[in-house]
Structure formats: C-alpha cells, structure tokens
C-alpha cells in the first residue's frame, strides 16, 4: 500500500516561494502518475501539476511558469517548487499517486493514494 506524507507548507508573503515534498513508501508501478491538488476554503479540490513516471509534466493554467512540478526517484520523492505566490494560492496542498493514466487521473482526481495535506497561505 502506498503512503504520501506532504510537509513544506508554510505562510509566506506574496511573491514569495515555498517547496512543497511529497514522501511516498511502498511501491506505485513502473507507470505511475504522481500530482500535486490544492482545496482552498469554501472551493472544490482543483489539480495544480502532474508528473508521470517518464517524466512528463502538466500544470493547471493558473500556475503555469511560477509552479514546477519535479521528482527524485531516487529518495521516492515528489517536489512542487511554488514561486511568485498569490493569495489565492493559499490553500490545503496534496499530494496524490497511482498508476498509469495522468491526463485522465488529473481530470477526474481518481487517485488511490493521498498525503494528508500541507498548508499554504500566501498574504498580501
């Protein structure tokens, strides 16, 4: 069984930068899709970023060219480098993980493992 453990989450001035981690044990699949997903108060959970296991990576528009999505497979260990942070950034970040079929996962958010959550919140 997997298991995801966020931490990195953090208050933080807007403009800033925070990296989120993201350690994952036991074994996803040689094709897997790892993704970070974030639930602001009072709003549905929305996919931020995805990676699967060749390396490809997709972000939702609102993050693309500030957020980076990355993984050491080495240390099973999933990153989401967040810079020029905005307050509607804030929110309660997760990290999701399962095999196969990343653009589907990250439209649905069918996952079958999840982290606990890390909080972000951005002031102005």
């Known amino acids: 069984q997997v298991q995801l453990v966020e931490s990195g989450g953090d208050s933080v001035q807007a403009g800033g930068s925070l990296t989120l981690s993201c350690a994952a044990s036991?074994?996803?699949?040689?094709?897997?899709?790892m993704a970070w997903f974030r639930q602001a108060p009072g709003k549905d959970r929305e996919a931020v970023a995805g990676?699967?296991?060749?390396?490809?990576?997709a972000y939702a528009d609102s993050v693309k060219g500030r957020f980076t999505i990355s993984k050491d497979n080495a240390k099973n260990t999933l990153y989401l480098q967040m810079d020029s942070l905005k307050p509607e950034d804030t929110a309660i970040y997760y990290c999701?993980?399962?095999?196969?079929?990343?653009?589907?996962?990250?439209?649905?958010?069918?996952?079958?493992?999840w982290g606990q959550g890390t909080q972000v919140y951005v002031y102005s």
């Open positions: 999701a993980a399962d095999k196969w079929d990343c653009g589907t996962r990250l439209r649905t958010g069918r996952f079958g493992a």
């Open positions: 036991g074994f996803i699949g040689d094709h897997y899709c």
């Open positions: 990676i699967d296991s060749h390396g490809i990576s």
